[in-house]
Nanobody, 115 residues
């Protein structure tokens, strides 16, 4: 089972990025999928999650109103649209399935927000 996150980058405050999460070895379609971020030496921080059928979403307070999770089950891909990015959003971002972690953590995708 391999999770692959992509879409990170180096941007200025106020910019947007769209992250993607795909999996090999199992189908994401049957799982609640969460997005997490991790700063060096710190624990994973839950950012958002989306369930598999009703696509109900949850967001942590720091990102609420700025980030939007979505999924395309036909493409077996989970997305995290990140708008109005702030320097404090700088982190390595990961996805995983509930109960987390259901799969080994992937490499993550780096998001760096700097003036």
């Amino acid at each position: 089972v391999l999770l692959v996150e992509s879409g990170g980058g180096l941007v200025q405050p106020g910019s947007s990025l769209s992250l993607s999460c795909v999996a090999s070895g199992f189908s994401l379609n049957y799982y609640v999928i969460g997005w997490f971020r991790q700063a060096p030496g710190k624990e994973y921080e839950g950012v958002s999650c989306i369930n598999n059928k009703e696509k109900i979403t949850w967001y942590s307070e720091p990102v609420k109103g700025r980030f939007t999770a979505s999924r395309d089950n036909a493409k077996k891909t989970i997305y995290l649209q990140m708008n109005s990015l702030k320097p404090e959003d700088t982190d390595l971002y990961f996805c995983n399935a509930y109960p987390w972690p259901s799969a080994d953590w992937g490499q993550g995708t780096q998001v760096t927000v700097t003036p």
